[in-house]
């Protein structure tokens, strides 16, 4: 079946403990079965005083080596059928995470990331309950149904059988009606937690804002209401799912009722003997949960599916930048970049995010891209990084098409420091090496020191093993800024990647970054992006962008001189700075 596509691999490897599993399960559904007939035989002896002090060592030692088996053989299984499920969780879980990490940036725009966690805390869950606990209520009550209804129809008078039997059936149907009413709010129940978990991932991790606007009460209140909305769910579940149990104990009272009414009167008349009716009650007895267990099958097999059509969902989400199967590896990159007439759109129906843009960066040059807010200067830099796939024949490096170059040997020659700086919650040493434990601590140092972030680190009490916040939030904005320069110059690429890094870095610490990435961009190819004039002015060449369109390009001094867009910002700036001198 489709639906088991991504399970199909797993299930195939665990065959045989799911197969040694069931053998286990249905050996100890067959001792079973023999428990009853040794206390009918019991009670036969016991009643007619015939029973001897060797019958009832010997009947005990029946039910001893029963119990010992039975308890062997349900530790088997629940390795075998339950462990297995358990490593199923395993497999979902980590392929469920390495394909989040293969799918494009784009993709987690549209998807809320404590939708996307729930899937991994209420979905694979589900799919493990259905691999296990579901595997073994279908086979439990399937085989227990019909081999007790085969020993029931042997051993007592058909008339009393089908009497007794009489609620069961409802009781099936019932349990079978419930459990769809279940799974949908069951559904509910999913859809409420995805909500929550959103809802609260989404707050804190912007509670500063919260804080700086004291909409604590607000945002309280609106937790509250998601809470409320997932326990009216829940109650909506428990009111179907609590009906369930009531439901098995009346009709298993009624089957008792019918029992001591018309098994007495078979006694009374000798029809019956004390111990077939002591066997049969206690056979019975066995039939409620098979009953049950149906029912509970039909719920845990249908979240189980709802749960695996949801995963899907994720799981067959095709990687929109992925390697073609012809990419070729580059060993070594000289760093000549061009973009020829590329014209880009994040969508079909939207405009172009970059219209016609062309221009060339020789190895060891320094390109400087400036231009309002919303010009395209970050998709510039995200097309080069392959975050989004440009149009063959656009971008080049080398002389390759990016689309032609695997994205590891892609993005392994390239140093990034974005305009979003991200620190993960660990030490600031593992931040900046970034899962390279090759590098040595004065590595680490001198990249730190071209940062001009290597004296606040030495000022923390535990240096490099300073542990940051979640997103780095213990440190300042210009310093996580300057942490994740220094994670990018570490790599020595050989084309360095700076987008607008340095907007949270003040200008005298801003003149110190410039002057240590001189010496260190002289040696390799370099494209900076930057409000700020101050920041590129020394660039070898700069492109203007505005509106999607590269309208100018040249040297500081020739841009200032054409007296065009890069004049007017640069003296709006020059303006800016004079102002706040004086203040």
């Known amino acids: 079946m489709r639906r088991f596509k991504h399970l199909r691999e797993f299930l195939r490897e665990h065959a045989w403990r799911y197969a040694l599993g069931i053998l286990f399960l249905l050996a100890v559904d067959v001792l079973q079965l023999f428990i009853p007939t040794v206390l009918g035989n019991m009670t036969d002896l016991l009643s007619s005083g015939s029973m001897a002090t060797a019958d009832l060592k010997r009947h005990i030692g029946y039910l001893i080596s029963l119990a010992a088996a039975i308890a062997v053989g349900r530790f088997a299984w629940r390795i075998f059928i339950m462990g297995s499920a358990r490593k199923a969780d395993f497999f979902l879980r980590n392929k469920l995470f390495a394909h989040l990490q293969r799918l494009q940036p784009s993709y987690f725009n549209y998807h809320k990331t404590g939708d996307l966690m729930a899937h991994a805390t209420n979905d694979i869950p589900a799919i493990r309950q259905a691999l296990g606990q579901g595997i073994i209520l279908f086979i439990d009550a399937v085989f227990m149904t019909a081999s007790t209804l085969f020993v029931l129809f042997r051993r007592v008078p058909l008339r009393l059988a089908a009497i007794s039997l009489l609620p069961f059936p409802l009781l099936a149907v019932g349990t079978a009606l419930f459990s769809r009413a279940v799974n949908q709010r069951h559904r509910r129940v999913h859809e409420v937690f995805s909500e929550l978990t959103d809802r609260v991932q989404e707050n804190i991790s912007g509670i500063r804002v919260v804080k700086a606007y004291a909409q604590e009460s607000h945002e309280i209140a609106k937790f509250v209401d998601s809470a409320w909305h997932s326990v009216r769910a829940n109650m909506r579940l428990a009111k179907v799912s609590g009906l369930i149990e009531p439901m098995a104990g009346l009709a298993s009272l009624v089957a008792f009722a019918f029992v001591l009414r018309f098994g007495g009167a078979m006694i009374l008349s000798g029809e019956l003997s004390l111990g077939t009716f002591v066997a049969f009650t206690s056979y019975l007895s066995m039939l409620v949960w098979p009953m049950i267990a149906m029912g509970w099958v039909i719920n845990v097999v249908q979240r189980g599916f709802a749960s695996l059509d949801r995963l899907n969902t994720i799981l067959n989400e095709v990687p929109a930048v992925a390697d073609r199967p012809d990419s070729i590896e580059v060993n070594q990159v000289r760093g000549d970049i061009e973009f020829r007439g590329l014209t880009f759109s994040y969508s079909p129906g939207l405009r172009p995010a970059l219209e016609d843009v062309s221009f060339h960066v020789r190895p060891g040059e320094t390109l400087a891209v400036v231009g309002r807010t919303g010009s395209g200067k970050s998709t510039l830099m995200n097309l080069l990084m392959r975050n989004y796939n440009p149009p063959r024949g656009s971008v080049f490096i080398d002389g390759h098409d990016i689309m032609d170059i695997k994205l590891h040997s892609l993005r392994g020659h390239l140093g990034v420091a974005p305009q979003e700086a991200f620190l993960f919650s660990t030490s600031i040493a593992d931040n900046i090496t970034f899962g390279d434990d090759g590098y040595t601590r004065e590595q680490i140092m001198a990249a730190a020191q071209i940062a001009q972030v290597l004296a606040d680190i030495e000022s923390f009490p535990a240096g490099f093993d300073t542990v940051v916040g979640e997103r780095g939030v213990t440190l300042s904005g210009g310093q996580k800024q300057r942490v994740c320069i220094a994670r990018a110059l570490l790599r020595e690429p050989a084309i360095l990647l700076l987008d607008d890094c340095l907007s949270a870095v003040d200008t005298q610490t801003e003149e110190k970054i410039l002057a240590g990435l001189r010496r260190?961009?002289?040696?390799?190819?370099?494209?900076?992006?930057?409000?700020?004039?101050?920041?590129?002015?020394?660039?070898?060449?700069?492109?203007?962008?505005?509106?999607?369109?590269?309208?100018?390009?040249?040297?500081?001094?020739?841009?200032?001189?054409?007296?065009?867009?890069?004049?007017?910002?640069?003296?709006?700036?020059?303006?800016?700075?004079?102002?706040?001198?004086?203040?």
């Open 520 to 583: 260190y961009m002289s040696e390799r190819t370099s494209i900076m992006v930057s409000h700020r004039i101050s920041t590129v002015r020394d660039a070898d060449h700069i492109i203007v962008l505005d509106d999607g369109r590269l309208v100018e390009e040249g040297t500081h001094e020739s841009l200032v001189a054409a007296g065009g867009l890069y004049a007017d910002m640069y003296e709006k700036q020059l303006l800016e700075e004079e102002l706040e001198g004086k203040a």
